[in-house]
């Protein structure tokens, strides 16, 4: 499966952004992390195959939101209110399987990232 990320660009603290993820194929769990300047790789949030469950870090939970459209095979991430410290490469990704955690699996395949830069 290829990942194609995009939808990241520069926004005001306050803003929104919608970050796509169109897969080459059919696709399971997925997942969105990010990246920021000097930090370790983090979780943002998953969602299952048929988009009835989902789970978020606690950093974003009530301002992001995922969803899919599996007739598209591509996975969103919705951010609202928008933080400079939100400021990150965001990846997309597959995951082995859907878990409500934040020590999500390993992913299997991995998006080429697109970067979100929120000013203050």
């Known amino acids: 499966v290829q990942l194609q990320a995009s939808g990241g660009g520069l926004v005001q603290a306050g803003g929104s952004l919608r970050l796509s993820c169109v897969a080459s194929g059919r696709t399971y769990a997925m997942g969105w992390f990010r990246q920021a300047p000097g930090k370790e790789r983090e979780f943002v949030s998953t969602?299952?195959?048929?988009?009835?469950?989902?789970y978020y870090a606690d950093s974003v939970k009530a301002r992001f939101t995922i969803s899919r459209d599996n007739a598209k095979n591509t996975v969103y991430l919705q951010m609202n209110s928008l933080k400079p410290e939100d400021t990150a490469v965001y990846y997309c990704a597959e995951l082995p399987y859907y878990t409500s955690d934040y020590n999500q699996p390993t992913p299997d395949y991995w998006g080429q990232g697109t970067q979100v830069t929120v000013s203050s």
């Open positions: 969602i299952n195959w048929s988009g009835g469950s989902t």
